[in-house]
């Protein structure tokens, strides 16, 4: 019997020139939705920031009905605002190991006390989610100190930590004659903020950066307390320094590490800012929370720094 040739198959594949093709497609692909991608993550982590400082509001608001005040600045052993609404953020239980009489323990000092121990804890609500630092970073002798993203305002008329390099006409951040909501051993109430509150800053975001200095002043900014704000007298005369580690100031724009690099270093680290694009979110005294934008007109900026110096802010 005769076999028949059996029939070749044909199998067909991609060719070199087709797989290039769709590797090139997917590249091309992937190129578009990255940046979308990203910008999905940024809205979501902008989102988290503005849900820190309403959280950090609410606490802010409950403290003051609570003991009819905002909680200082800072005081002469260098606690500063956000140690005391702690209780109100819900980390009651780091509040009770904190120790708030003159000692050994109780100012911030590199003694290994239970101070130094909270200035090393991580506390989420202090953070916004974009600051590209570490969680911990070794600071002033205080082993794996954690950064903050948000300030109180001290106001508009500070424009250095001290009286020795201040801007001529202007006054230092160790001065009680401050027109904001957070100062030394400040004792503001609702009363005071005869500007509105829905026109004045409580607290804003800040372009934490401690490895960036200029003119010998780190943009470094903490929570709960301050060693180098210690020995402030809370008198309005000289001690202590680095005030601006808790508090900043309107007078300088938003963002100046970025947008005014030949801004004098004293008064770059009092500048409020974030690592968002274009701006940064600030909430005021009445509790809501807003994106100020870099090209906000700068004396409408100023206007919401004050609590009482009697402008009524129009653009935003």
Known sequence: MLSLPKLAVLRRGFTLV???VVIAIIGVLVGLLLPA????????????CSNNLKQIGLGLHVYHDTF?????????????WSAHI????????????????ESGLGNWTTNGGPNETAAGTYIATYRCPSMALPEHINNSGIPERVPASYRGSAGTRATSDDTSSVVPGTISMESLDQDGIFYACSRTKFRDILDGTSH?????ESYTKPDFVKDGQGMDYWYLGSPQADPCRCDGGTGGTEFSEVAGITISPINAIVRAPLMSGRLMELSFGSYH???AHFIKCDGSVDFLTESLNAEVYNALGSRDGGEVPTEL
Do not use: C
């Open 18 to 20: 087709e797989l290039l």
């Open 37 to 48: 991608v990203q910008a999905a993550r940024e809205a979501a982590r902008r989102m988290q």
């Open 68 to 80: 009819n005040v905002f909680p200082y600045g800072w005081d002469d052993r260098g606690t500063s």
């Open 86 to 101: 702690l209780p109100q953020i819900e980390q009651g239980n780091l509040y009770q190991t904190l120790v708030f009489h």
């Open 200 to 204: 004045t800053i409580m607290v804003g």
């Open 277 to 279: 694009i274009g701006g």
